[in-house]
């Protein structure tokens, strides 16, 4: 199983970013998936997620700026996040939770 993110790169405040995540190797639609971050010195948290119901779950910091969605048929996750603030710096990763199998991981710098 492989998962691997794209999207990420530089941007100023306010501005917008797609991430994406291409998975391979298994059955993408009956897995759940979900977006991590980590930025320099901290742990790592949670981004958002769709939840064994199939709802979604968004960090705390999120308040709306941030939408995770999903295109079974191209097995890819995507992020989309607006707004985006200097505290949004850090490496994005998409995650299989129920597996345990994690992406790469793609930067994502926000400047002020």
């Known amino acids: 199983v492989q998962l691997q993110a794209s999207g990420g790169g530089s941007v100023q405040a306010g501005g917008s970013l797609r991430l994406s995540c291409a998975v391979s190797g298994t059955i993408f639609s009956a897995n759940r998936m979900g977006w991590y971050r980590q930025a320099p010195g901290k742990q790592r948290e949670l981004v958002a997620e769709f939840t064994i119901g199939g709802t979604t779950n968004y960090g705390d910091f999120v308040k709306g700026r941030f939408t995770i969605s999903r295109d079974n048929a191209k097995n890819t996750g995507y992020l989309q996040m607006n707004s985006l603030k200097p505290e949004d710096t850090a490496v994005y990763y998409c995650?299989?939770?129920?597996?345990?199998?994690w992406g790469q991981g793609t930067l994502v710098t926000v400047s002020s």
């Open positions: 995650v299989l939770p129920q597996r345990g199998i």
